[in-house]
């Protein structure tokens, strides 16, 4: 049986070369399309329709930022209360803490009702949080299963939703509020007010 005589010269070089360059083309392909997308506005199938049915019991041992009790959460408090800013977070989510600052800062903005959904977290844990941080939120709703979230389409925590007035998911933020991202959050936010329209 004859063998095959490998390539000489040139022809050995491109077959020495042509894994290197086809993982050059893949690493060059990837990097362009990390760069062309946004993480924070990874699409979401509910924009443009209503919340989803929920009803989450209360956050026990924190006071609601006027004082008196922190209620809960459901669908039915996302209608006919004006744009509603619904937070999704968790205690254990580092970046939750990082962009808590952002929030309170969003809270303080009239015309802005926040409320969230605390994601698979201790209640006692969440309390502590908030206790520590102090609470942007007028209703707090405890989603330890994860369920409701999922149903939100929640990637990961933290996620932020504008809910407008009719009750309809407006936009999604995915990843934690910023000061950098505050600007196009607020178009977002007023774009909602107006019904949408830009």
Not at 64 to 78: I, K, N, V, Y
Not at 93 to 103: D, G, K, S, T
Request: some cysteine; overall charge neutral; hydrophobic content about 45%.
């Amino acid at each position: 049986m004859a063998e095959t005589p490998l390539p000489s010269g040139k022809g050995r070089s491109i077959l020495v070369l042509l894994p290197v360059l086809i993982f050059a083309g893949l690493a060059i392909l990837f990097a362009a399309r990390l760069a062309a997308g946004d993480p924070s506005r990874l699409p979401s199938a509910l924009i443009g329709k209503a919340v989803p049915d929920f009803d989450l019991p209360p956050l026990p041992g924190v006071a609601a930022p006027g004082g008196g009790p922190l209620p809960g959460l459901a669908r039915a408090d996302l209608r006919g209360r004006g744009v509603t800013v619904v937070n999704v977070w968790a205690s254990w989510c580092a970046p939750c803490r990082v962009e808590h600052p952002v929030l309170e800062q969003l809270a303080a903005e009239p015309g802005i009702r926040m409320v969230s959904i605390n994601y698979k977290d201790k209640p006692e844990a969440a309390a502590r949080f908030l206790q520590g941080l102090g609470n942007p939120f007028e209703a707090v709703g405890r989603d330890e299963s994860g369920r409701t979230a999922i149903d939100w389409g929640v990637y990961g925590v933290p996620e932020t939703f504008i809910v407008a007035d009719d009750g309809t998911i407006r936009h999604k933020h995915v990843g934690p509020l910023t000061p950098e991202a505050m600007a196009g959050f607020m178009e977002a936010v007023k774009a909602a007010a107006r019904g949408g329209k830009p």
